[in-house]
């Protein structure tokens, strides 16, 4: 136990829903919704039920890189149905509100944990093997709150290897952390530029960064996914490059992420835990 006197905060759990798995970041811009999509995209091809919650109300994005648009429609309960393309079943803030880039801003904290309280209990997500949240970069009061009250089997990391990225994801670590959360590894975006012509890799960022900083934070590093064009068109068009190029090398490091996931999670120290402490 950190950080002061123990509070026990319950997180419901969602029933039908057997792993829920948080991606995140320190800091905005680095690719975690990329990697949202990508991960949830690679878990079906692992024959896993998979349904995708956009909880990053400052900018969701969601809807855009997995190709799904329209208002979503109710079930005979009165739950939302979630939209579902490439295998996968999303859901957003960003379809259930007109301009969410203008508004969602300005929204006071408890807004935001009502409105993903909806998304997370009032949304038919059914039968899933997995729930990734991409969750609102950074490590302010709205994201230390979701992690409490969301019943998370684990956390990814997203960094790039900049060393200023690297500082907000050990933020990012410690949020999870603190919350008794496991961490199921890091996710260095951006990691290398091959080039095209002569296949010579550039390190944009730097070399080692996360690894180093990984080793010490004691978090593995489950994937190095490159800077690549196909990465960012095949988001804009809505078809992610695990859906659209499952054959190039991006997807197997996506593919090769999601098993790491999938194993973590079944592993038994990162079972979900019902009842959090801070
Ligand atoms: N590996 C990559 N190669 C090329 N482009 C990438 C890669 N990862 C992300 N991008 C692009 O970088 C931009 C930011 O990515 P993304 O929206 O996933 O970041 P984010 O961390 O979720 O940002 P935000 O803080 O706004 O939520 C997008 O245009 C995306 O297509």
Not at 239 to 247: F, I, L, Q, R, Y
Request: charged share 20%.
């Amino acid at each position: 136990m950190q950080g002061g006197p123990a509070r026990a905060v319950k997180s419901a759990a969602i029933p039908g829903i057997k792993h829920i798995v948080a991606v995140a970041s320190g800091k905005g811009g680095v690719g975690k919704s990329t990697t949202a999509v990508n991960l949830a995209v690679s878990l079906t091809k692992l024959g896993r039920k998979v349904g995708l919650l956009d909880a990053d109300i400052y900018g969701p994005s969601v809807p855009k890189m997995l190709g799904i648009s329209g208002k979503p429609s109710m079930n005979p309960e009165g739950k939302i149905t979630p939209l579902r393309n490439h295998g996968v079943y999303g859901m957003s803030i960003g379809l259930l509100i007109s301009n969410p880039e203008n508004s969602a801003i300005v929204w006071r904290g408890p807004m935001v944990m009502s409105a993903l309280q909806q998304l997370l209990y009032q949304v038919d997500w059914g039968e899933k093997d997995f729930l990734i949240v991409d969750m609102p970069p950074g490590t302010g009061d709205a994201q230390l709150t979701l992690t409490q009250r969301v019943p998370l089997s684990g956390a990814v990391i997203v960094s790039t290897p900049q060393d200023i990225a690297l500082m907000d994801a050990r933020r990012g670590v410690n949020m999870f952390q603190k919350v008794h959360v496991p961490i199921l590894g890091l996710v260095e975006n951006m990691s290398f530029f091959q080039c095209p012509n002569c296949q010579h890799r550039s390190h944009i960022f730097g070399t080692d960064g996360v690894q180093e900083a990984a080793k010490e934070i004691g978090v593995d590093v489950i994937g190095k996914v490159p800077i690549e064009i196909s990465i960012r068109k095949c988001s804009d068009e809505g078809t992610p490059v695990t859906a659209s190029e499952p054959d190039s090398s991006e997807a197997s490091e996506y593919l090769r992420i999601a098993k790491a996931v999938d194993q973590k999670v079944s592993e038994k120290k990162t079972a979900m835990p019902s009842v959090f402490m801070d």
